[in-house]
Structures are given as C-alpha cells and as structure tokens.
C-alpha cells in the first residue's frame, strides 16, 4: 500500500517551492521523521510533516492523469521530533515571514543535513550512553548552599507559580545560584526532564558551562551536560544534537539557535542576560530566541526564566503588575550576595579637562591607587583598532573603504588599514595616497591605542611589589585565534593583570572578583543617536560594565565606576549615578508610548540590497505603491503606516547597495496579516539590479 507524505525541505529564500512537497512511501512515516528525498537531480534531507491517506485531492493534475510522485529515498532512523517542536518551526516561519522547509532545516544541525541513512546510523551506534550517575545525596547537594533570603524567595516563586518569570537582579545578587537550583529541583522532579539554558555571546558559555558541569555532572553523569553555539565544529555540533534529542543530555547550554535544540522531555528555559541584543538573529530568519523561548515555554508546559540586571524595556513592560496588563511574573533580587554594595557611580566633565585629554587626572590617580593597594582596574571603550581613521591635513584624504560606506580603522599591531565590514585590508601607506604627504595622523581612539596610552601614563605606577604594571587588552583582534579569550580571561582571575582594556566583550556577564574600578572612557557617542533603542543600550552597557566591579563583599563601599562625559547632567548618567533601572525605564517608556514605539507598536523593516541605491529604492517602492491592492483583504488595513524607502545607515557594504522601509501598526494582528499577503507582492516584484531583499519583523535598529 502506497501513503503520501507532506515532506518540507531546504529551499532558497523566496523561491516558489516554499511550502511542504508531496512524495510516496510504502510504509507508515509519522510526522517529524526525518528522510532522505530527490529533489531535482539532487537527494536532500527533509522532515515529513504530514501524512495522507490518499493523494492529496488540491495537487495539481490529480482530477485527470495522475501526477508522478516520486517516493522518498529512506529514512535515516531518528527518533520522529516532537509535535510541539514543529510547532515551534511552524510559528517562527509565520511570524518571521520566513518558508517553512527554510526554518526548518537551518534548525537541525549542518552534518545531518548531508548524510545519508547508513552515515546516520553509524552516528547512532557511537552515541554513548549515559553514565551510571555517581551516588550523591542530592538534598545535600542543594543545601549546602547558602543562600539569600532574596534567592530563595524567587526560587520558591519559581517553583509554586506558572510564570513566565523575570528575574531582575542587581549584578552579584546570585541570578546564576537560582538558575542552577530550579533546575536541580526539576531534574529531581522528573527523571526524564531536560533544562535549556541559553547565554548571548559564545564567550560567555564557557563561564557557565564549568559551572554547570561542576553542579551536575557528578549527579548525572559526564554526557548530562552539552554545549551547543557556532563555534563547535559540525561533528560535536551533530553529537550534542543526538544527545539532546534522545534525552541522553539533560542540561544544554548555548546561544540563540540552542532555542531550536530538540528537546522532547524539555520542562525549563533560562534566558541569562534577556536584554543582549544577540538573541536577535541578523541573518536569515531573523528570529529573536528571547522571545520564540518564551512562546516554546507555552508549547511544551516549561517553566520560563529570563534573567538581567538591565532587562529589556519590552520584558519590563510585560512584567508590570497582571492588573495592569502584565504577561511576566517579576522576581526581584536587589541585594548583592554577602551583603556587598554596588559600585558608586562618579562622571568626570570632560569640558573641564584640558583638550585632547584621554585620560582625566584625576581617574588616572584613581586607577593608581587601585593598583597600589594590590586590587584590578578595567577600562572600557567600546571601539576596536588603534584609531577609526587616518587622515591628511593637507588634502582631507580619510582612510575610506573602497567598497563600504565607512573608514578602514588603523591597526598598528600589524600596520594595516582593515575595514571592519567587508575585511578589506591594506598596508598603511608611507604617504597620502591623494598628494603624497607624508605626514598623515589619526582620528580618534580604539582599544590599542587606549592600551598604549594607559603604559605610558603608568609606567611610573608599582605594584604592592615594585614590578612594573601589567596591562591587558581583550577584544575581536586579540581573541580571534582559538584559545586566546580563555586564556587571556585565566590571567585576569589569576591576579596576573593590573589594568583591563578591552570593548563590550569584559563589559558583561564576567565574573572578576579583585576589579574593584570600572572606567568608561568616550560613552556619549549613543546620547544622541537616531537609533530610539540606543539610550536603552547605553544604560545597559554601562550598568552591565560597572557590574564587574565590587563583587567580593569585603570591597566594601571601594568600587567605582567613573564615566567621562561632556554631558555630566545627562538623564541617562544621572539615573546610572542612583543605579535607578527603574525609573529609567519608565522614563523612556512614557517617550516610547508617545511616540508609539515598541513595546506599544509594532513595525518590520524590508531592506533591499542591490547594484545601486537607486534599484534598490525602486524596488521598495514598486511593492509599496502595490500595497494599496491589499485593502480588502487585510483586517486593520487602515493601521498601517509605510514609510517612504531611504538608504540605510551604513548605505554601502562590499560594493552593495543598501536600502529599507518600514512598515509600522499599532496592531501586531493587522502587520502580521499585512506581511503575509504582501510577501507573496515582494516576491512577484521585479527590479533590475535587485540582488535580495529580507523582512526584519520587530527589528532591533530602526
């Protein structure tokens, strides 16, 4: 007997196969297996997501001469993935207006998308089993914690309410104890449950990972616990996958495509550092993993906890009072473990320093003092290079990108000019390239001359046993080789750094105990960008850095964090002085409702790339002016607000012409209707020159 099988498969973005194919197969494939499928002249990898009884009635051809419906190739002897998985994928295709077979497959791992069924199943033979878990009083291993009063009310919150849950705690309050002991709790409760725990930054999960496996692995066995980012190759990708989705893993950690991780007895989500905009894909589908976490919680009955000391204004919003509207549950943690205090927050004003000063006086005596009595100062500065541009006087030349619309940055260290977007690189030249001068100077600072500086304004400085002071630098150029981030990251724990200079990278989720002052050299850059989410970002990074600083209780009252700005009055600076998250955030959210901005409106960008800015604005437009043909068919039509095509911020990326348009409602039902019915308009329009085009649905930069 024949069955027909609704197949979904890899398909380019925007093409017109974006919906589940039909093939034959003479045995009974539940929905979730996974196959192997001709697909032209090629045999691909697809998920069966439905199956039929009969030829399906509406195929094309089916009322008179039979279509010839090709049978799949095999089926490689996985465990079907789950409904609620599919759920999942089928939801973010939808919102994300993505095509299903597109989301589906990027979610499962690279290699098993290319290996057939006797490859598989010889992965399967090699998967291990777990270990015999290692005999321990478990209720000791919980107890033997201390913890705060404030932990342990949110981990009782946690275990009596639904949620899902908020977790606003200041940094040091112990966010990280209260993860592992509700997932202890529900390991323990279910022998079969599984725990996701997801991080922002690859750099991050180690940190975490030690600190799992510490807790569990001596409860459950060394294959309890997996990892899973872009920074594994595709063999260890493939095996924490396997892990995963046979249950052998109990605990997996990653960043946001760890959210997609198939994970059939999944019975706890955490979302560390909920605000970090890199749970927003860029690529792709641009899904947000924070969210999509919270929409899986509801599908496979899991507990949902998303964890910040800055949570993002939306998250805060939906956690406000349930009387008022809120979704969230808002556990508050406001205490610092051991009774330490958070860092008290100075502003240098840098008006009334002297010009071109890098580094005030008196927050250079500052970092002095710190190094003198034994303890660690860090340095933030969240631009990467020697300086962002070279320059002629005599001419105006500027180190501009041949191919981009921005400046090839300075690196001394190896005396190039590089640009940070397309990898263009050269040589510094001897000379001005437009009249020949050769005395050509920097604009600006980055990390490496901040390095540089800091050595000579320190150089008479001693440590507590006369050597001379240590420096260290920690960003993208000095941790691209493997190894180097953990091992620059050992040296700052050891006591083997003095003074810590690096970007965003140390400003967040680093746990430095002896950093006793953290300095924030040239913030005001975001005060007054365009960008509405910027002073969210600022506050947050800022609030995040001086989180490094003071951890140990026994710093008392020493730890600082000192700002240098011109614009010391600044809203911003002056809540960061009181640490006010709160009432920065309603604040800016009584600015957002005004003006209708997230979370009170909801918008998507469709940005279009092209040959030059000119197709690609037409293209915009072209879709735009047919938008208007949707009015009947789209509830809430008169909700939504296009917006003429601009060029973006950086215009031109590798020779690229950028452009977007934004379409915004203050009805996510009436977008969502609208992008669905004009995708199919986008996809049917042509322009010369278009290279692509993509929806960004609530994007992060506008």
Known sequence: MMHWLSVVVQTPAHSNV?????????????????????????????????????????????????????CITAELGITPLSKAWRQLISFTASYYQRSLGEVALSALPPQLRTLNASQVERRLKRTKLPDAPVPVDKQNAV????????????????GTKNGPFLLFGATGSGKTEVYLQVALQVLQSDPSAQVLMMVPEINLTPQ??????????????????????SGMTNPQRLKSWLAAHSGTARIVLGTRMAVFASMPNLKLIVVDEEHDPSY????????????????????????????????????????????EGGRYQRLIMAERIGGGVLPKVLTVNMEHQPKKTVLSPPLLAAIAERIARGEQAMV???????????????????????????????????????????????????????????????????TEQLEEHLADLLSGVTRPDGSPVRIARIDADSTKFKGALQQQLAQVHAGEVDVL?????????????????????????ALFSSDFRAPERLFSLLMQAAGRAGREAAQGGRSEMWIQTHHPLHPLYLALKKHDYPGFAAEQLKEREMATLAPFGYSALVRSEARTQEAAQAF?????????GLADVVEGFEHIILYPAVPMTMQRVANVERAQMLVESHSRKALQQFLSRWHEVLRTTKQKGLIRWAVDVDPLVI
């Not at 197969?25 to 691909?44: A, H, K, Q």
């Not at 030690?210 to 459950?220: A, D, I, N, S």
């Open 18 to 70: 974006a919906g589940p194919l039909t093939y034959r197969s003479e045995v009974v494939l539940p929905p979730g297996t996974l196959v192997r499928v001709p697909l032209g002249t090629r045999e691909v990898m697809g998920v069966v997501w439905a199956l039929f009884p009969e030829i399906p009635p509406e195929l094309p051809g089916t009322g008179g001469k039979p279509l010839d419906i090709k």
């Open 143 to 158: 107890n033997k914690i201390a913890l705060s009063a404030e932990q342990t009310l949110a981990i009782d919150q946690v």
């Open 208 to 229: 975490l990972e030690e600190r799992v496996r510490e807790r569990f692995c001596r409860l459950y066995g060394d294959e309890a616990v997996v990892s899973m980012h």
């Open 280 to 323: 927003k894909s860029q690529d792709g589908a641009r899904y947000s993993a924070r969210d999509l976490a919270v929409y899986r919680g509801k599908l496979d009955n899991a507990k949902v906890i998303l964890g910040s000391a800055t949570p993002s204004f939306e998250s805060w919003y939906h956690s406000r009072p349930a009387g």
């Open 380 to 446: 933030f500065l969240n631009r990467r290079g020697y300086a962002p541009v070279l320059h002629c006087g005599d001419c105006g030349w500027k180190s501009e990108c041949p191919h981009c619309s921005a400046y090839r940055v300075f690196h001394k260290i190896d005396r190039t000019l590089r640009c940070h977007h397309c990898g263009f690189t050269q040589r510094v030249p001897r000379a001005c390239p437009a009249c020949g001068n050769t005395d050509i100077s920097t604009i600006g600072r980055g």
């Open 501 to 525: 200079v690096g970007t965003q990278m140390i400003a967040k989720g680093h746990d430095f105990r002896n950093i006793t002052l953290v300095a924030a050299v040239n913030p005001d850059g």
């Open 620 to 628: 915009l437009t072209a879709a735009s002016a047919q938008a208007a």
